[in-house]
């Protein structure tokens, strides 16, 4: 690197001329290696910059022809997929064309399997709820399923399904005919549930341990019912239980658990007494007490005429009976004359009477005043339907049953006390009446034989008189 000596150091002294070119030739040599070194590191960045721009524009031109290549493929793809869709389109048609043909040719040879098919679906949808509701499907769960199918198809059905469609009611028509147990799950009626091996008696009725049970479709388990039969229906299904073989009578339910149904809605002699109210408590009541006083009477009844008849075969008087006091009265009074022996005896059946008809009115009030109650009851129970009437309308029947209830219940009531309790006072009256002219008559008898005797006197009397004339 050259230098330019200054003019002004020509006048310089030695010494100061040498430590100026010392200074001069150390700043120069700082001077020449910094830019030799970033003239040395700009030409390397500068090759190692063009090494790796040339690298990137072969990346770049290898995918260039890449790109290239695949823009081929795919243009070439296209064209045959082009060429191979016209194919199809043609195809398509042509198949469209023989499927129409085909379609037809079908129809026309199908003409009577149709009308089989349509027969078919209908008996289907008619068994499907048939055997939903039949007990038979808890051995049997599948056949709904197949049923439905068989209902819902639109295709012809097979020679296979057909063939298992007449099985299946083959089937239905054998079981209905059987006795038989199955396992079932019995559902009772506070919602417990238990595994209970179910007789079944054909599609009629089912019964597990002496009891009736109704199928529900719903669940398709066993219902056992809230309110069972009578006791000699119930030993019939204890019997059916079992028996192994042979013939066992049985109730059987024809309508396939409805009576059954009907039977637990329809009250009980308690139930049907409770919808009388206060007023069919009081007939029931007054009824007791008519019949308790009828048997009170005859038991009374039963105890004078065993004393009568007791005293008309004695000669003695025995106390204690009405006969008994006619004759101690008879006695006591035979010197007396005929009228004070009549009021003596009538004295006595008079105060005979009241004994033996104790009881007998209270009998008849009783069995007038029943259907009277009754009849109460019956205002009582149409004033609440009424009422019903006004507050709801005539829309929910139930919330008038209650007042018609007690209506027509109170009037059974009433009348139902009254026919036994007449037919008492009947009877207690009859006998107290026989008693009555029983005495009567044993007192008329005692009047006439006092007579005789007054008479027979008489006449023994005159004879004696007649007779003494005679002698003097």
């Not at 006695?331 to 009021?343: F, H, K, M, Y």
């Amino acid at each position: 690197m050259k230098f330019i000596k200054p003019s002004f150091l020509k006048t310089a002294t030695p010494l100061v001329l040498a430590l100026g070119l010392g200074l001069s030739a150390n700043a120069a040599v700082a001077e020449e290696n910094t830019l030799q070194g970033l003239l040395n590191k700009i030409k390397n960045d500068s090759v190692t910059e063009s090494q790796a721009n040339k690298q990137r524009e072969a990346v770049f031109l290898k995918d260039r022809n890449e790109q290239r290549r695949l823009l081929a493929e795919a243009k070439a793809e296209l064209k045959a997929q082009e060429v191979l869709s016209d194919k199809l389109l043609k195809q398509s048609d042509i198949n469209e064309k023989t499927l129409t043909e085909t379609k037809n040719t079908l129809d026309i040879r199908s003409g009577e399997l149709k009308e089989l098919f349509g027969v078919v679906r209908q008996f289907a949808g008619d068994n499907q709820g048939i055997f939903q509701a039949s007990m038979i499907t808890v051995q049997h769960p599948e056949r709904t399923a197949f049923m439905a199918q068989m209902a819902e198809s639109k295709e012809l059905p097979t020679t296979v399904s057909l063939e298992r469609f007449w099985l299946e009611i083959m089937q239905e028509m054998t079981e209905s005919g059987r006795v038989i147990e199955v396992p079932g799950t019995v559902v009772y009626g506070e919602g417990n549930e238990e595994q209970k091996t179910v007789t079944r008696i054909g599609t009629f009725n089912a019964v597990s341990d002496g009891k009736y049970l109704n199928y529900s479709p719903s669940v398709g388990k066993f219902e056992q019912l809230s309110r069972q039969p009578d006791a000699a229906v119930l030993e019939s299904a204890e019997a059916i239980e079992a028996a192994n073989a042979g013939y066992v009578p049985f109730y059987l339910d024809p309508s396939r658990g409805q009576i059954l149904s009907l039977l637990v809605q329809s009250p009980s002699l308690k139930e049907r007494v409770d919808q009388g109210g206060p007023v069919g408590y009081v007939i029931l009541g007054l009824g007791a007490v008519g019949l308790l006083l009828a048997l009170i009477c005859m038991l009374n009844l039963a105890r004078i005429g065993s004393g009568i008849r007791k005293q008309q075969k004695s000669e003695q008087v025995i106390k204690g009976n009405p006969l008994g006091d006619i004759m101690q009265a008879y006695q006591d009074n035979r010197g007396a004359d005929l009228e004070t022996l009549e009021l003596k005896l009538d004295e006595i059946v008079m105060k005979a009477v009241p004994g033996i008809e104790r009881g007998v009115g209270s009998i008849k009030l009783i069995a007038a005043v029943a259907p009277l109650l009754g009849l109460l009851g019956t205002v009582v129970g149409m004033i609440a339907t009424f009422q019903a009437i006004t507050l709801f309308g005539t829309g929910d029947p139930k919330l008038m049953a209650g007042g018609i209830s007690e209506a027509l219940v109170t009037t059974m009531l009433g009348l139902v006390v009254a026919v036994p309790t007449l037919f008492a006072h009947s009877l207690v009256q009859s006998r107290s009446r026989r008693m009555i002219q029983v005495l009567e008559e044993q007192s008329a008898g005692f009047v006439a034989l006092h007579q005789e005797k007054d008479l027979n006197t008489g006449a023994r009397n005159t004879v004696g008189s007649v007779s003494a004339a005679e002698t003097a």
